[in-house]
Structure formats: C-alpha cells, structure tokens
C-alpha cells in the first residue's frame, strides 16, 4: 500500500524492446506518430474563404476600432463580443456560420444608434445583410 506523497511506487514490468507507446492528451495544429513521418500544414491566419467573408471582415475591423471609442456600456460591450467571436471565426474558419451571422444581424439591428453614428457602421450592416440574405 501506497500513502499520497509516497514516492515509492511498485516497479514497473519491462516492456519489449520493440513496444511503443503513445498518449496524446490534447493537439493544437500538426502532430506525427512513428518513424520518418512528415507533416505539412498550410495556416491561413486571417483568411476568408470568399470575398463577401473578407469584406465583412474588413468592416468588423474597421467597426471595431470605431466602437473602441465610444463609451462602454452593455450594449457596446455585448456588441463588440460578437464582433470579436465573428473576426475570430472567420480568421480561424474561413468564414462565419450562419447561425452566427444571424445573431450578429439581430444585435446590429437593435444598435441603429451606434451603426448610425459610426461612418464604418453601414458598411458592416450591409456586408452582413448580404451574406444573411436579407
């Protein structure tokens, strides 16, 4: 028996020479098992898939930096997180989902007050009613 904190753990059987093991835990990006393996990854940081993604892309950009100067109240903050997990998608993805474009339609569409007074805010509402279908 085993108290915690004791270090003297029963010995372990000896593998085979010619056994291997592997435990992988959680990957991030390329990963090779074995012997004389290559791996060749292509990372597309920032990338749209299309041209209306990369436009809308430009207008979160672009929004975003606008709405950093306005004062932060719940609306803004609200708004810029889904602006922010938009940019983040379409960076990662390629483009954004549509269930995302939805949501980010809908809270654009109760900021009419701050597209409005933003000059960038149109830009982004109409990138967004394009891909939505509106």
């Given at each position: 028996?085993?108290m915690?904190?004791?270090?003297?753990?029963p010995?372990?059987?000896?593998?085979?020479?010619?056994?291997?093991?592997?435990?992988?835990?959680?990957v991030?990006?390329?990963?090779?098992?074995?012997?004389?393996?290559?791996?060749?990854?292509?990372?597309?940081?920032?990338?749209?898939d299309?041209?209306?993604?990369?436009?809308?892309?430009?207008?979160?950009?672009?929004?975003?930096?606008?709405?950093?100067?306005?004062?932060?109240?719940?609306?803004?903050?609200?708004?810029?997180?889904?602006?922010?997990?938009?940019?983040?998608?379409?960076?990662?993805?390629?483009?954004?989902?549509p269930?995302?474009?939805?949501?980010?339609g809908?809270?654009?569409?109760?900021?009419?007050?701050?597209?409005?007074?933003l000059?960038?805010?149109?830009?982004?509402?109409?990138?967004?009613?394009?891909?939505?279908?509106?």
């Open positions: 028996m085993t915690p904190g004791d270090d003297s753990a010995p372990r059987t000896p593998r085979d020479a010619g056994e291997r093991s592997v435990h992988i835990s959680g991030t990006g390329s990963v090779s098992v074995g012997d004389h393996n290559s791996v060749h990854s292509v990372y597309r940081a920032g990338a749209a299309d041209e209306a993604h990369l436009q809308l892309l430009e207008a979160i950009v672009e929004f975003r930096a606008g709405l950093a100067q306005l004062v932060r109240n719940d609306q803004t903050r609200s708004l810029d997180a889904e602006l922010a997990d938009t940019e983040a998608e379409i960076r990662d993805q390629g483009r954004a989902t269930g995302r474009l939805a949501r980010l809908d809270l654009l569409a109760g900021a009419t007050a701050l597209t409005g007074l000059a960038s805010g149109q830009g982004l509402v109409e990138r967004v009613r394009d891909l939505v279908g509106m």
